[in-house]
């Protein structure tokens, strides 16, 4: 079985930038679907952006678009996510998961992922 292991996140005021980097170990293949998630206090996990096998599927949830980039370097095992512009709604615990044996990807491709440890990202003045 594979490890996720991220790091990065932090504390920035609004409009900053933070990298969130996810050591997915074990992981890459040519079926599996990356993605983030965050969770703010209170509020249910969701899907911020998610990357198939190969960088294809890409997909960023409607808040983020435009604003956040993720990238998968299949060689290094290491999935992105380069946070731009952020606001105080993108305030949460963000995650990193992997879904295995998904020939495509989705949000609805995770039903059953691993996670990353969870790292915070706090954006406030």
């Known amino acids: 079985q594979g490890q996720l292991v991220q790091s990065g996140g932090g504390s920035v005021q609004p409009g900053g930038s933070l990298r969130l980097s996810c050591a997915a170990s074990?992981?890459?293949?040519?079926?599996?679907?990356l993605g983030w998630f965050r969770q703010a206090p209170g509020k249910e996990r969701e899907a911020v952006a998610s990357?198939?096998?190969?960088?294809?599927?890409?997909r960023y949830d409607r808040s983020v678009q435009g604003r956040f980039t993720i990238s998968l370097d299949s060689d290094r095992e290491s999935l992105t996510l380069e946070m731009n512009s952020l606001k105080p709604e993108d305030t949460g615990m963000y995650y990193c998961?992997?879904?295995?044996?998904?020939?495509?990807?989705?949000?609805?491709?995770?039903?059953?992922?691993?996670w990353g440890q969870g790292t915070q990202v706090t954006v406030s003045l």
């Open positions: 074990g992981y890459i293949s040519s079926n599996v679907c």
């Open positions: 998961a992997a879904q295995t044996s998904r020939p495509y990807c989705t949000f609805a491709s995770f039903s059953a992922p691993a």
């Open positions: 990357i198939g096998s190969n960088s294809r599927d890409i």
